[in-house]
C-alpha cells in the first residue's frame, strides 16, 4: 500500500465505516423531499455542499454567505435572520470566523440545535501563524502545530466490531492515525463542555461563546476535516429527522468515498510542486498545505479584513527574495491591488486561490470543486517552468 500521509490514512479510515453494511432506505424515504425534510441554515459554501450532499434528495440546507462575500465582513439580511430563526440546526465554523452570527445565534429556540465545527470532537485543529512570514510546513512532519480535541487514542481494529449506526464515536474514530502523536493544549477547552452528540454542539439557551482563540477557522481546507465535518452533520441530522436516517448514513457512505478518492488525485496533482515557496493573499491554507506538503512561506494580511501595513510589505517582500518565492496568489473576494504593489519591480508570477468558491455554484459536489480548483491553480502557477 502507498505510503500516504496521516492526514490521508485518516479520510481513509473515515470512508471504510462507510463500507459497514447498512439497513435498506424504506421505498419513497429518499424522495421526502422539503416538507419533512429539517430546516438547516449553513454559513459558508463549503459547508453548505457538505451538508447538501448528506441531505441529497431529503432536503436543501440554505446558504448565507454566497458568491463573492466574505464571512469576515458579512451582514445578515431580514430573509436570512428569518431562515435563522426556523432552523432546526444551524452549522457553521466558529465565532471567530462568523462574527456575524454570535448575537443571532443567542435569539433561537431551545429546540433549535448549533453545530460548532471547531468544537467538534477529533477534528484537526492548527493554531494562527504569527507574523506575515513564516517557515513552511515540514512534509511528513505537519502534526507538530496540532491542536487537537481528542485525548483518546484508538486502535483502527477496535471498530472490527463497530455498528454503523453508532456515529457518536465517528468524529474519534476517522481521526485515529491522526491523533497518536499530537500535542494537546488550549484548544482542548471545547472538551469541557457535554454534548449529546458532537462536542460542537449547543443548545440555543447556553452561554458558548467560545472564542477558541488563536485557532486557524480554516478547518475545511484539510479533506480529512471535511470527513469529520460530514459525520458531525450526519450525527445532528441522524437526531434530528430519525425517519431518514439510513438516507444520510447512506449518502455519508457516498461522500466519504468521494473525497477519498479526490485524496489520491490531488496527492498525486502536488508532487511536482511540493517544495517550491509561494506566497498567499490571507493565511487560510495551512491546512491546504500540511495536508498535501506544501511549501507557503508568508501571507500578506493575517485577516483579509486587516490593511497590511508598510512593515508588513517589506516583510514578505524580503521573505519573497530570501526564500525564492515564484508565485503570490491573490483571492477573488478582495483587491487584488495589495498584491499588485508586492510583486511591481519583481518577476514573480500570480495567481488565485479561494477558499469559499466565490464562482463555484453552491451544491453537494462544490467543496470537493473547491480542493480540486485551489489545487489546480497551485499547479499551474507553481508548475510553470518546471
Same mark, same amino acid.
Given at each position: 500500500?502507498?505510503?500516504?500521509?496521516?492526514?490521508?490514512?485518516?479520510?481513509?479510515?473515515?470512508?471504510?465505516?462507510?463500507?459497514?453494511?447498512?439497513?435498506?432506505?424504506?421505498?419513497?424515504?429518499?424522495?421526502?423531499?422539503?416538507?419533512?425534510?429539517?430546516?438547516?441554515?449553513?454559513?459558508?459554501?463549503?459547508?453548505?455542499?457538505?451538508?447538501?450532499?448528506?441531505?441529497?434528495?431529503?432536503?436543501?440546507?440554505?446558504?448565507?454567505?454566497?458568491?463573492?462575500?466574505?464571512?469576515?465582513?458579512?451582514?445578515?439580511?431580514?430573509?436570512?435572520?428569518?431562515?435563522?430563526?426556523?432552523?432546526?440546526?444551524?452549522?457553521?465554523?466558529?465565532?471567530?470566523?462568523?462574527?456575524?452570527?454570535?448575537?443571532?445565534?443567542?435569539?433561537?429556540?431551545?429546540?433549535?440545535?448549533?453545530?460548532?465545527?471547531?468544537?467538534?470532537?477529533?477534528?484537526?485543529?492548527?493554531?494562527?501563524?504569527?507574523?506575515?512570514?513564516?517557515?513552511?510546513?515540514?512534509?511528513?512532519?505537519?502534526?507538530? +502545530? #496540532?491542536? /487537537? !480535541?481528542?485525548?483518546? %487514542? &484508538? $486502535?483502527?481494529?477496535? =471498530?472490527? @466490531?463497530?455498528?454503523?449506526?453508532?456515529? *457518536? +464515536? #465517528?468524529? /474519534? !474514530?476517522?481521526?485515529? %492515525? &491522526? $491523533?497518536?502523536?499530537? =500535542?494537546? @493544549?488550549?484548544?482542548?477547552?471545547?472538551? *469541557?463542555?457535554?454534548?449529546? !452528540?458532537?462536542?460542537?454542539? &449547543? $443548545?440555543?439557551?447556553?452561554?458558548?461563546?467560545?472564542?477558541?482563540?488563536?485557532? *486557524?477557522?480554516?478547518?475545511?481546507?484539510?479533506?480529512?476535516?471535511?470527513?469529520?465535518?460530514?459525520?458531525?452533520?450526519?450525527?445532528?441530522?441522524?437526531?434530528?429527522?430519525?425517519?431518514?436516517?439510513?438516507?444520510?448514513?447512506?449518502?455519508?457512505?457516498?461522500?466519504?468515498?468521494?473525497?477519498?478518492?479526490?485524496?489520491?488525485?490531488?496527492?498525486?496533482?502536488?508532487?511536482?510542486?511540493?517544495?517550491?515557496?509561494?506566497?498567499?493573499?490571507?493565511?487560510?491554507?495551512?491546512?491546504?498545505?500540511?495536508?498535501?506538503?506544501?511549501?507557503?512561506?508568508?501571507?500578506?494580511?493575517?485577516?483579509?479584513?486587516?490593511?497590511?501595513?508598510?512593515?508588513?510589505?517589506?516583510?514578505?517582500?524580503?521573505?519573497?527574495?530570501?526564500?525564492?518565492?515564484?508565485?503570490?496568489?491573490?483571492?477573488?473576494?478582495?483587491?487584488?491591488?495589495?498584491?499588485?504593489?508586492?510583486?511591481?519591480?519583481?518577476?514573480?508570477?500570480?495567481?488565485?486561490?479561494?477558499?469559499?468558491?466565490?464562482?463555484?455554484?453552491?451544491?453537494?459536489?462544490?467543496?470537493?470543486?473547491?480542493?480540486?480548483?485551489?489545487?489546480?491553480?497551485?499547479?499551474?502557477?507553481?508548475?510553470?517552468?518546471?
Amino acid at each position: 500500500m502507498p505510503d500516504f500521509s496521516p492526514v490521508f490514512r485518516r479520510v481513509f479510515f473515515a470512508a471504510s465505516l462507510a463500507t459497514l453494511p447498512l439497513i435498506a432506505i424504506p421505498a419513497g424515504s429518499a424522495s421526502a423531499h422539503g416538507d419533512d425534510a429539517p430546516k438547516v441554515v449553513t454559513s459558508i459554501k463549503p459547508i453548505h455542499s457538505i451538508a447538501s450532499a448528506i441531505m441529497k434528495d431529503i432536503g436543501e440546507p440554505a446558504l448565507l454567505v454566497d458568491g463573492a462575500s466574505s464571512p469576515h465582513a458579512y451582514s445578515l439580511r431580514p430573509s436570512e435572520a428569518r431562515a435563522l430563526s426556523e432552523a432546526d440546526l444551524v452549522v457553521y465554523v466558529s465565532h471567530s470566523l462568523e462574527g456575524f452570527l454570535q448575537k443571532p445565534l443567542q435569539t433561537l429556540s431551545k429546540s433549535s440545535h448549533q453545530l460548532e465545527l471547531v468544537a467538534v470532537e477529533g477534528m484537526a485543529l492548527r493554531k494562527m501563524r504569527d507574523g506575515g512570514a513564516w517557515e513552511a510546513h515540514q512534509h511528513g512532519d505537519h502534526d507538530e +502545530d #496540532h491542536a /487537537e !480535541h481528542d485525548d483518546h %487514542d &484508538h $486502535d483502527h481494529d477496535e =471498530h472490527d @466490531d463497530h455498528a454503523h449506526g453508532d456515529h *457518536d +464515536d #465517528h468524529n /474519534e !474514530h476517522a481521526h485515529d %492515525d &491522526h $491523533d497518536k502523536d499530537h =500535542h494537546h @493544549d488550549d484548544a482542548k477547552e471545547a472538551d *469541557d463542555h457535554d454534548h449529546d !452528540h458532537a462536542a460542537g454542539t &449547543h $443548545d440555543s439557551d447556553e452561554d458558548h461563546h467560545h472564542e477558541h482563540g488563536g485557532i *486557524d477557522p480554516h478547518i475545511w481546507m484539510d479533506p480529512a476535516n471535511g470527513a469529520s465535518i460530514a459525520i458531525a452533520i450526519t450525527d445532528e441530522l441522524v437526531e434530528i429527522d430519525p425517519e431518514h436516517a439510513d438516507a444520510y448514513r447512506d449518502n455519508l457512505k457516498t461522500l466519504l468515498a468521494s473525497l477519498t478518492s479526490l485524496g489520491n488525485d490531488l496527492r498525486q496533482k502536488v508532487a511536482p510542486i511540493q517544495g517550491k515557496p509561494y506566497v498567499v493573499f490571507h493565511d487560510a491554507y495551512q491546512y491546504l498545505e500540511a495536508g498535501f506538503g506544501l511549501t507557503a512561506v508568508g501571507s500578506i494580511t493575517v485577516s483579509p479584513d486587516q490593511k497590511p501595513g508598510a512593515k508588513r510589505l517589506h516583510e514578505i517582500e524580503d521573505k519573497i527574495r530570501d526564500t525564492g518565492a515564484v508565485c503570490i496568489f491573490a483571492e477573488p473576494q478582495f483587491r487584488p491591488a495589495v498584491v499588485q504593489a508586492v510583486v511591481s519591480d519583481t518577476s514573480i508570477r500570480t495567481g488565485t486561490l479561494d477558499p469559499l468558491g466565490a464562482d463555484l455554484k453552491a451544491g453537494p459536489d462544490t467543496y470537493q470543486q473547491i480542493l480540486a480548483q485551489n489545487v489546480d491553480a497551485l499547479v499551474d502557477c507553481l508548475g510553470q517552468g518546471s
